[in-house]
């Protein structure tokens, strides 16, 4: 069993950056692939960025390259999504999520609103 606590989320202007994090209680933290999904009002949730338990080569969504990083540090058994740059379209629930066999079976946070103004 695996329990997530994202935190870090805000309102922010363009432009701006913000750093989430998501604490991870259980024994399966370092054996786990983190992601971070996001859902906008009226959108499905998606995939935005994510990182295998050896934190190499870290996926992101093309529209987030550049601008977002997805970091993780096992001993503290927390992964760490730094966001800069940020635009309008960023704004949404951002989700936290930990999986050994895939995003259909993952263990998921409660979520953490992130807001960018214009």
């Known amino acids: 069993q695996v329990q997530l606590v994202e935190s870090g989320g805000g309102v922010v202007q363009a432009g701006g950056s913000l750093r989430l994090s998501c604490a991870a209680s259980?024994?399966?933290?370092?054996?786990?692939?983190m992601g971070w999904f996001r859902q906008a009002p009226g959108k499905e949730r998606e995939l935005v960025a994510a990182?295998?338990?050896?934190?190499?080569?870290?996926y992101y969504k093309n529209s987030v390259k550049g601008r977002f990083t997805l970091t993780r540090d096992n001993a503290k058994a927390t992964a760490y999504l730094q966001m800069n740059s940020l635009k309008p379209d960023d704004t949404a629930v951002y989700y936290c999520?930990?999986?050994?066999?895939?995003?259909?079976?993952?263990?998921w946070g409660q979520g953490t609103q992130v807001t960018v103004s214009s």
């Open positions: 999520a930990a999986s050994t066999v895939g995003w259909d079976s993952a263990y």
């Open positions: 990182i295998s338990s050896s934190g190499n080569n870290p």
């Open positions: 259980g024994r399966t933290f370092s054996s786990s692939t």
